[in-house]
DNA sequence: CCCCTAAAGGTCGTATTGACTTTAAGTCGC
DNA sequence: GCGACTTAAAGTCAATACGACCTTTAGGGG
């Protein structure tokens, strides 16, 4: 070893986020095999013959955990290559984000893992994943939260239409501190393309109704909107 | 094919810039064997057995250019696999950023390949790239234009101790607008922790010295630096 | 019909920015 | 030695963006 090719297997794993129940949420399954068997891990699989890595990780969003790929966002987040990440050999990985409104509860898919929502701050301060998963899912937590502050995907997050308000909390959910709610809408109501208004309002239980809006056309949120510092865990608490 | 997990061979590409001769320019090779014989490509070879992919591109940097990673900012940029990439097989590739400040000629190296620094602009304006190396480097080019915004990598393109004139060439060139001298070194000796002023000065063939100064310590530009929008050609010139 | 709540909208002082001007401190040509 | 020239450094000023905070609006519930 050391000196010729690497013979390497490919997987692709996926950090899957939602916002339920007022947390940050990342899809996980139940490790079936060894090695890791009964623990958690992010959902992901091998790469086959003739599909990108982005094909394999649509094609394992959906086998996975029934989810389909056209309704989330999905980018490449990071490979990562370690020798020893796999116990069972030379296993390099790449990893992907992908971000969706509300998701449903996954049945259990075609593969016999049990898939389950977590917070994941619970998942970071107590849990352990299977392999380099911590790390994984690490890095998608801090890519979700840098592009919150210059692009427009929080509005994946929400299900059209939606309120400031629940755009709002998406924020404060996943960057882990209270947001004015005044300030908020003036920045995101200002924006170019951010939102687009679509006239109608929702009454909730309680309050003034709010306004509906739909995603608007902007990618990217111009001026960003910063946070006021870095904040390593989804709020602490603790 | 397409069922079962697929036979891959890992590579490393490496796209190298520096700023040399008031342009940005990047480390190309020109290729010795069959495909893309002649053509240009990124420089680059396959992981070895034991060694991280980061590990396989200072080796790699190294090998083929005589550069010393360790002098070098480092980072992966991305992972392309499209199965059609490289018309030998199935080969992925993960390709890493580097940036120097003023790089030497390369000298061959071990292998004997030619390598030679070209203005990345005339590259992507007039060059074809062997396999999809056009498309790396214009990922490439994108990060970096992206993290001079909110990152102090800029300062790795100059050796200190710089004047921030020389700084400012720096932004000049990678985004290809010209930038007021006066805000921009109000902007910057302001961002806390960016620059180290090292008292001394360097009197140039014309003009007031310049007072010199070192890396600071802050990692992120805050608040950032925007830029005015985007330029998606290095100043594009006709 | 009053209270409670959240949305919507406004105020105000401060910080940041872009465009521009002024002053400083060197070299060069004569 | 002196003025022209060049770039660095520093300042001005109006427009904008931002954080903190307050007021008004429009529903539901008791």
């Known amino acids: 070893m050391g000196r010729g090719r690497a013979v390497v297997s490919l997987t692709v794993d996926l950090v899957i986020f939602t916002v339920r129940a007022e947390q940050l949420q990342v899809l996980l399954v139940e490790r079936g095999n060894e090695p890791f068997r009964g623990q958690l891990a ?8 003739a599909e990108t890595l982005e094909e394999a990780a649509v094609r394992e ?3 996975e955990t029934q989810l389909d790929g056209a309704r989330l966002h999905l980018e490449q987040l990071r490979t990562y290559s370690d020798p020893r990440r796999d116990p069972r050999g030379r296993v390099v990985t790449t ?3 992908a971000l969706g409104a509300d998701l449903p509860t996954p049945s259990a898919g075609t593969d016999a893992k049990e ?4 917070p994941v701050r619970d998942v970071l301060e107590e849990g352990f994943l ?4 911590g790390v994984i899912l690490r890095d998608g937590l801090e890519r979700a939260r840098a592009k919150l502050e210059y692009t427009s995907i929080a509005t994946v997050f929400c299900s059209e239409p939606f309120t400031i308000g629940e755009l709002r909390r998406v924020y404060e ?4 501190i209270p947001l004015d709610p005044s300030n908020f809408r003036r920045k995101l109501t200002r924006a170019e393309g951010f939102l687009e208004p679509t006239g109608k309002f929702r009454t909730s239980t309680v309050g003034r109704p709010a306004a509906l809006y739909s995603r608007g056309s902007a990618p990217l949120l111009m001026p960003p909107f910063l946070r006021a ?3 390593s865990l989804p709020s602490a608490g603790t």
Do not use: T
């Not at 898939?115 to 977590?118: H, K, L, N, P």
């Not at 299977?130 to 998963?133: G, K, L, M, T, W």
């Open 42 to 49: 992010l959902p992901g699989g091998y790469l086959r013959g």
């Open 95 to 97: 990893a992907y984000l």
């Open 229 to 231: 510092q870095e904040n």
């Open 115 to 118: 898939a389950s929502w977590m």
């Open 173 to 176: 959910v996943i960057w882990g």
């Open 130 to 133: 299977a392999f380099d998963h």
């Open 61 to 63: 969003l959906w086998e």
